[in-house]
């Protein structure tokens, strides 16, 4: 199974982006998946995480309030929106599955990732 990340650009600071990550197929059992993000020079951050449901979400304090995901099982994608961008949110953004057990803000908890998309923000 591979990961398919998309939608990186370049926006100025307040603006709105949606990253859409698709797998090649199913994954295996019910599993959530997450958004980390990591800027040059930093380690890579968490950023959300969806149930398998879809309706249970969680969100880093950096982008709670801000930033949205959902995720769609028939079409194998999940979604982060992002609203109110901020020079600070600019990194390469990495879309995770296969989370069944742990606390799911850790990379350690996914099996599968995507290759990240380059998120810009210009103040």
């Known amino acids: 199974v591979q990961l398919q990340a998309s939608g990186g650009g370049t926006v100025q600071t307040g603006e709105s982006l949606r990253l859409s990550c698709q797998s090649s197929?199913?994954?295996?059992?019910?599993?959530?998946r997450g958004w980390f993000r990591q800027a040059p020079g930093k380690e890579r951050e968490f950023v959300g995480v969806i149930g398998w449901k879809g309706d249970a979400t969680g969100y880093g304090d950096s982008v709670k309030g801000r930033f949205a995901i959902s995720r769609d099982s028939a079409k194998n994608t999940v979604y982060l929106q992002m609203n109110s961008l901020k020079p600070e949110d600019t990194g390469v953004y990495y879309c995770a599955a296969g989370a069944y057990s742990g606390s799911f803000v850790a990379t350690e908890d996914y099996v599968y990732w995507g290759q990240g998309t380059l998120v810009t923000v210009s103040s």
């Open positions: 197929g199913p994954i295996p059992g019910n599993d959530a």
